[in-house]
Nanobody, 120 residues
Framework: QVQVVESGGGLVQAGGSLRLSCVASGSIVSINFMGWYRQAPGKERELVALISSSGTTNYEDSVKGRFTISRDDAKNTVPLQMNSLKPEDTAVYYC??????????????WGQGTQVTVSS
């Protein structure tokens, strides 16, 4: 089994910054993709940022230039630095990790979510 735990959410004023962190643990052999999704009230979950094992990144258009995703493969962590936050960034943010386990099986695991609230 693979566990994913997020941290770092909270309340911040517009224009401020937050740093989310996520750590994956368990029977992990390799991680292909790590990323962050978010879901605002009444809306579907959407991709915020994704990073591959080669370091290739993909960002949702509205966060380009403001958010930065990175990964530390030694620690199985994927931080998300969020700058110039806007009220429309308010959502529950979920960490996603996909890879292979020690049983040579693919896995896709999600964290429990962390609330980010940006006040105007």
């Amino acid at each position: 089994q693979v566990q994913v735990v997020e941290s770092g959410g909270g309340l911040v004023q517009a224009g401020g910054s937050l740093r989310l962190s996520c750590v994956a643990s368990g029977s992990i052999v390799s991680i292909n993709f790590m990323g962050w999704y978010r879901q605002a009230p009444g809306k579907e979950r959407e991709l915020v940022a994704l990073i591959s094992s080669s370091g290739t990144t993909n960002y949702e258009d509205s966060v380009k230039g403001r958010f930065t995703i990175s990964r530390d493969d030694a620690k199985n962590t994927v931080p998300l630095q969020m700058n110039s936050l806007k009220p429309e960034d308010t959502a529950v943010y979920y960490c996603y990790v996909g890879g292979r386990t020690t049983w040579n099986r693919n896995f896709s695991s999600w964290g429990q979510g962390t609330q980010v609230t940006v006040s105007s």
